[in-house]
Antibody
């Protein structure tokens, strides 16, 4: 079964750090370009960033609000994607989804995890 | 930064057709993807590259893209189509999502 399972969410104080993980199964993870998307409570979807496959350079692109604070990485041997979040702000609160960018579907996110909730509050 | 504007809400009678617009500067030059999100669930891809359907998505979902507006059309609307819908494009090394449209089936 094709699946993405996020973990690592929780409550953190402003200025703190948190690392999210996303475990992939059912597809060839090391070939996939992976993204993180978040959703603040009652709000719309917001793209956070993506990482290319190792063969494509394993480089990352980030949304302006998180650039310099968040880092996406991957560990292909463990089929796992990470999101390291530093200098967290209250506006980073939301559900964080891990997604696969499909080569077949021109980069559209065809697989989504169930999401992990992050709350930044004092 | 690039912006995508969608209507806040669209209502459609059961069995009728709903159209959801996604406005952006020269959006016709971009590949537009569409997602459906039901309450408490993760989004689901319903259209990619303007009008193409991923496997498993009914033919009732169709799309177009011209000028400054991309459109998702839902034909023969069903109660199960009630959800939030988001468009998405790639611009200047970042993905951008539309503001989202809540579709209500009456």
């Amino acid at each position: 079964e094709v699946q993405l399972v996020e973990s690592g969410g929780g409550l953190v104080i402003p200025g703190g750090s948190l690392r999210l993980s996303c475990a992939a199964s059912g597809f060839t993870f090391n070939n996939a370009w992976m993204s993180w998307v978040r959703q603040a409570p009652g709000k719309g979807l917001e793209w956070v960033g993506r990482i290319k496959s190792k063969t494509d350079g394993e480089t990352g692109d980030y949304a302006a609000p998180v650039k310099g604070r968040f880092t996406i990485s991957r560990e292909d041997s463990k089929n796992t994607l990470y999101l390291q979040m530093n200098s967290l702000k209250t506006e980073d609160t939301g559900v964080y989804y891990c997604t696969r960018g499909s080569g077949t579907y021109y980069g559209a996110s065809d697989i989504w995890g169930q999401g992990t909730k992050v709350t930044v509050s004092s | 930064s690039y912006e995508l504007t969608q209507p806040l809400s669209v209502s459609v009678a059961l069995g009728q057709t709903a159209s959801i617009s996604c406005g952006g500067n020269n959006i016709e030059r971009k590949n537009v993807h569409w997602y459906q999100q039901k309450p408490g669930q993760a989004p689901v891809l319903v259209l990619y590259t303007d009008y193409l359907r991923p496997s498993g998505i009914p033919e009732r979902f169709s799309g177009s893209n011209s000028g400054n507006t991309a459109t998702l059309t839902i034909s023969r609307a069903q109660a199960g189509d009630e959800a939030d819908y988001y468009c998405q494009v790639w611009d200047s090394s970042a993905y951008v999502f539309g503001t989202g449209t809540k579709v209500t089936v009456l």
